[in-house]
T-cell receptor, first 110, second 113 residues
Framework: KQEVTQIPAALSVPEGENLVLNCSFT??????LQWFRQDPGKGLTSLLL?????REQTSGRLNASLDKSSGRSTLYIAASQPGDSATYLC?????????FGKGNQVVVIP | DAGVTQSPTHLIKTRGQQVTLRCSPK?????VSWYQQALGQGPQFIFQ???????QRGNFPDRFSGHQFPNYSSELNVNALLLGDSALYLC????????????FGDGTRLSIL
């Protein structure tokens, strides 16, 4: 059974600092890994998708890396802003389903 | 271009009742998946529908059932509701294929009294 762990569970950073969020998974036989953002009481917004053959993906201030062999992914958010405050979830794709971690709850302090 | 839409947004039921949740996929998408997210947890996969058939199922009892219609919209039905069914139910749509990104709706918040 695929297990996805996200560390740390919660963190606070001052505005302008870079954010580093970690995700690990136990079964490396994945098709892809997707990072999502979730605001309180809301659905999930897709941020980045990395295919299993890729090492990283970038979109604006966001960069995600994937090391499939070691079962790890990292999401970097450069120059954090108060609007980045949210819960960030990583999910690995195995066949038709996504397996999620519990998320990193982020607060960016102005 | 409308994204994934779910209805209703909130629902309150009592134990033993039955509930139906609805999902309209993003335009151009033909595959719908349902997830259950308890408070403070990551979403858990319930099942996936494509071509009006259940293609994959997670570890949920038979009380959870679904349907997909010819226009790709989908319903999630839950019978004999338990207190533990209280959660945010999320619908995700995509094009068929394992490398297609899934797009989520805002969910239905189900509370069981």
């Amino acid at each position: 059974k695929q297990e996805v762990t996200q560390i740390p569970a919660a963190l606070s950073v001052p505005e302008g600092e870079n954010l580093v969020l970690n995700c690990s998974f136990t079964d490396s036989a994945i098709y892809n890994l997707q990072w999502f953002r979730q605001d309180p009481g809301k659905g999930l917004t897709s941020l980045l998708l990395i295919q299993s053959s890729q090492r990283e993906q970038t979109s604006g201030r966001l960069n995600a890396s994937l090391d499939k062999s070691s079962g790890r992914s990292t999401l970097y958010i450069a120059a954090s802003q108060p609007g980045d405050s949210a819960t960030y979830l990583c999910a690995v794709r195995r066949e038709g389903r996504l397996a999620f971690g519990k998320g990193n709850q982020v607060v960016v302090i102005p | 271009d409308a994204g994934v839409t779910q209805s209703p947004t909130h629902l309150i039921k009592t134990r033993g009742q039955q509930v139906t949740l609805r999902c309209s996929p993003k335009s151009g998408h033909d595959t719908v998946s349902w997830y259950q997210q308890a408070l403070g947890q990551g979403p858990q996969f319930i099942f996936q529908y494509y071509e009006e058939e259940e293609r994959q199922r997670g570890n949920f009892p038979d009380r959870f059932s679904g349907h997909q219609f010819p226009n790709y919209s989908s319903e999630l039905n839950v019978n004999a509701l338990l207190l533990g069914d209280s959660a945010l139910y999320l619908c995700a749509s995509s094009r068929w294929g394992v490398n297609q990104p899934q797009h989520f709706g805002d969910g239905t918040r189900l509370s069981i009294l």
